[in-house]
């Protein structure tokens, strides 16, 4: 009998260690409170579940901890406190993160949260190391996972983006004026718009981006406005193919690999970059890290046809090739095509500032007594007014002012227009999805492909250094570039951790940027799907070969025509067919009667829905 009693002693003290005791209890108290989440209201305020007792409490943490602690005396060979932990708090920050108000105190709660989740997951991977070291996927793993993750990305990117059209939430300024465009080049094969400033110019005087030729076929095959946000979608996904190429260039595990591909799909900056529907800004990330990758690979001809498609992106995608071609100067001496990438992008560069201010001053002459502002096109150098001391200058100023006064670089490092901290949580937002591995590096050199943050970083333009916009889709191919080949040269233990904390932080950021905005926009539609399609076929009766004026959130969808212009912005009233208000917002009753007294009659009218004029006969 004593033999039985020590021999089952036995069985039971090793699942009684005093780190066992703690991690289970840890873990039967974030099984608790899983089952207390399903109580009315929100956790984030002080009343909730305040009607639980502490013995309420106490009990079911209890009972938690006796079955775990039954299970675990069962599967001793197994580290079962840490997977009930670890699962117990993955439920909890999944309901948390996707739940928690949209507040300025939103941020912080993230962070406090990714910090706390990544202990627990830091001690779940610590615990079951021969686990994850037995894990060794395969190459077909990876690239199911990769291609699921990556079509998961850009199916939640179609969906945001296209229920902003459906719902019309979509504005002229960035939308309609591209739906326009694609309009005029599938009729006409020219980038033109009537939508983007108010006159009929090419896109290419404000932005030069032939890029947007590649989207065109399908267009021309599917007409629609939704076929340029799931084209983004697309685009943005597809850099995922790269990034698995060059996590095997540099000889990364599968799940390390298959991590990285996981951090690239779910990157928040990446998704909610396209918040504002489609830019050409799109194809930089997916372009560029072609480019490394041939590179890499040492396979120059198609190295230099990515490159070449980097520059037709947008003229000053030239600096991004620039700062690349430093590196492949500085750190890999290829002194041959390091010049010819420096001086081919310098050319490009030159020339194309000298199209846009020719063509600024051209049209600016051409429709001088047709707009009030002959400012129509041109380099958009006034982004970085604050680094230029003489405008005359232009960009020679910028360069001018980071030689002469370094610490004035300094001063606007984290200065916003707000004094606020946006910049640092840009800066935050940016780097810790990859676990500030990007900075774990003894080469110098690769800090050059860090550099182009500071684009962002060094300007006042608020847009730039919010994620919510498109201005850092070339930054972040640097940034994952550089990640990837810095982890092969951190020891096992720390690349580990740095990249289980990237994707913990990844998928949590995930969680508060991006999902909450597919809850937004598709209840929107469910709740007001009836309105909505009843505003398109009211638009649908608007003749084809009409001239339309019309509300920002309604031009997308009526902006497959030769003229249509932003009510907002036109200033010639009174020479456009149509003239539409969108009654879901206060109607401008000066504006109104102003196209009133221009002898424009109500052709209908829509209660919450539309208000149309049509242009009198004479």
Not at 17 to 36: H, K
Not at 110 to 139: C, R
Not at 220 to 229: A, H, K
Not at 238 to 255: A, D, E, I, R, T
Request: charged share 15%; net charge neutral.
């Amino acid at each position: 009998m004593s033999q039985k009693n020590n021999g089952f002693m036995k069985q039971i003290v090793p699942s009684f260690t005093w780190e066992r005791v703690i991690c289970r209890l840890i873990a039967a108290w974030c099984s608790f409170a899983v089952v207390n989440l399903t109580k009315k209201g929100n956790f984030f305020e002080l009343s909730y579940a305040q009607d639980t007792s502490l013995g309420r409490v106490f009990l079911m943490t209890a009972i938690f901890f006796l079955l775990y602690s039954a299970i675990n005396v069962l599967l001793q060979a197994f580290e079962t406190d840490s997977w009930f932990l670890v699962g117990a708090a993955t439920v909890c920050v999944i309901r948390w993160l996707s739940v928690y108000e949209n507040s300025d105190n939103r941020f912080l709660f993230m962070m406090a949260t990714i910090v706390v989740y990544s202990l627990f997951v830091m001690y779940f991977i610590h615990k079951n190391d021969l686990l994850w070291e037995k894990w060794q996927p395969g190459k077909k793993t990876v690239w199911i996972v990769a291609a699921v993750f990556g079509v998961f990305s850009c199916f939640i990117i179609a969906a945001i983006t296209c229920y902003r059209y459906l719902t019309f939430s979509s504005p002229n300024f960035d939308f309609g004026l591209f739906v326009n465009m694609f309009h005029n080049m599938k009729e006409t094969g020219l980038p033109l718009s009537t939508a983007e400033r108010d006159v009929l110019l090419s896109h290419f005087v404000v932005h030069i981006s032939p890029i947007y030729y590649l989207l065109l076929p399908f267009y021309f095959i599917f007409p629609s406005p939704m076929t340029l946000q799931i084209g983004q979608a697309v685009v943005l996904a597809s850099g995922v193919v790269p990034v698995v190429l060059l996590c095997k260039h540099f000889k990364l595990s599968g799940k390390t690999t298959i991590l990285m591909a996981i951090i690239y799909s779910l990157y928040p900056a990446l998704s909610s970059g396209c918040f504002y529907d489609i830019h050409e800004n799109c194809f930089l990330t997916p372009l560029l890290l072609w480019t490394f990758y041939f590179f890499e690979r040492e396979k120059y001809p198609f190295m230099y046809l990515f490159a070449f498609l980097t520059l037709m992106v947008k003229e000053d995608a030239a600096i991004y090739i620039i700062l690349f071609a430093l590196f492949v100067l500085l750190s890999r001496k290829k002194f041959l095509h390091g010049g010819i990438l420096i001086l081919s992008s310098l050319a490009y560069f030159g020339i194309a500032l000298s199209i846009l201010q020719a063509t600024s001053t051209h049209y600016a002459e051409l429709y001088a007594d047709a707009t009030p502002n002959p400012g129509i096109a041109g380099p958009m150098i006034n982004r970085f007014n604050n680094l230029i001391f003489d405008s005359a200058e232009g960009l020679i100023g910028v360069i001018k002012t980071a030689l002469v006064n370094p610490g004035y670089l300094l001063t606007q490092l984290f200065t916003t227009t707000k004094n606020g901290w946006e910049k640092l949580i840009y800066f935050i937002q940016m780097f810790l999805p990859l676990g500030l591995i990007p900075f774990c590096t003894k080469k110098a050199s690769r800090w050059l492909l860090i550099v182009p943050i500071l684009m962002n970083l060094l300007t006042n333009y608020q847009y730039q250094y919010d994620i919510g916009f498109q201005y850092h889709f070339g930054i972040i191919a640097f940034l994952v570039y550089v990640a990837i080949m810095n982890l092969p040269e951190l020891k096992a233990p720390s690349r580990r951790t740095l990249i289980s904390f990237a994707a913990v932080a990844c998928c949590c950021m995930y969680l508060v940027i991006v999902l909450p905005k597919y809850t937004t926009y598709s209840e929107r539609w469910e709740s007001g799907k009836d309105t909505y399609r009843k505003m398109d076929e009211i638009l649908d009766t608007i003749p084809k070969d009409a001239s339309v004026c019309c509300s920002s959130f309604l031009l997308s969808h009526i902006a497959d025509r030769e003229e249509v212009y932003e009510l907002k912005y036109h200033e010639n009233v009174g020479d456009t067919d149509y003239v539409i208000f969108d009654k879901r917002y206060s109607v401008d009753k000066k504006q109104l009667q102003a196209y009133l007294d221009q002898g424009y009659v109500v052709k209908e009218e829509h209660d919450g829905m539309l208000l149309i004029l049509e242009k009198g006969i004479e």
